[in-house]
């Protein structure tokens, strides 16, 4: 069970694309889902909460306007990198929980995104 | 600035051997923790979590947890060359749902 699948597992684009990222969980309701990001060699940076049916909230120095999230229905949570370049590369990961508190987030099998 | 502390390693052990993992964090409100194991280039994925001080086994894993201390760790019994990975405290922020990530600890299981 809790199983959180994530595409594209790899994006390659130019600059100036806008790509979308989606989020899903497979057998469980997700109230919450979660985007990060991961450089090499660090650990993983919180960059928005997403609540269905709600906006989500980011987090300090992450632009609102260029990561879009969404969050349309309890399975499904969207993340679009809005004109990305090169310094957007990166490993995007997505986690879903459910509603019941202190339940662990799992977690997508991530995107890399490579923006040339 | 809530903090997650780890040894960033690499932490050595032989095959067979127990493997201690350790972790500090700041929060003193925090309830939950958690431990993820990630592979390099992969996506992190739960070992075990603990909510309770004390000790929680599953398997070759037991998680330890000490409120007062504000410490959480991690053993692995009879380790294996596939234990080989980087481990990340999690814990999460009282009064969110959200998880603070300690830079993980790089485990390397000789055959």
């Known amino acids: 069970g809790a199983v959180v699948s994530q595409h594209p597992s790899r994006v390659i684009c130019k600059s100036g694309t806008s790509v979308k990222i989606e989020c899903r969980s497979l057998?469980?309701?997700?109230?919450?889902m979660f985007w990060y990001r991961q450089f090499p060699k660090q650990s993983l940076m919180l960059m928005a909460t997403?609540?269905?049916?709600?906006?989500?909230?980011?987090e300090q120095g992450v632009e609102k306007d260029k990561f879009l999230i969404n969050h349309a229905s309890l399975t499904l949570s969207t993340l679009t990198v809005t004109s990305a370049h090169p310094e957007d590369s990166s490993f995007y990961i997505c986690?879903?929980?459910?509603?019941?508190?202190?339940?662990?987030?799992?977690f997508g099998d991530g995107t890399r995104l490579s923006i040339l | 600035q809530k903090e997650v502390e780890q040894n960033s390693g690499p932490l050595s052990v032989p095959e067979g051997a127990i493997a201690s993992l350790n972790c500090t964090y700041s929060?003193?409100?925090?309830?939950?923790f958690f431990w993820y194991r990630q592979y390099s280039g992969k996506s992190p994925e739960l070992i075990m979590f603990?909510?309770?001080?004390g000790d929680k086994e599953d398997g070759r894993f037991t998680a330890q947890l000490n409120k007062a201390s504000q410490y959480v760790s991690l053993l692995i019994r009879d380790s294996q060359p596939s234990d080989s990975a980087t481990y990340l405290c999690?814990?999460?922020?009282?009064?969110?749902?959200?998880?603070?990530f300690g830079k993980g600890t790089m485990l390397l299981v000789s055959p």
């Open positions: 986690s879903a929980r459910t509603v019941y508190s202190n339940q662990p987030q799992h």
């Open positions: 999690a814990v999460e922020n009282s009064g969110y749902s959200t998880l603070t």
């Open positions: 929060d003193r409100g925090s309830q939950s």
């Open positions: 603990i909510y309770s001080n």
């Open positions: 057998d469980f309701q997700a109230t919450t």
């Open positions: 997403s609540n269905e049916g709600s906006k989500a909230t980011y």
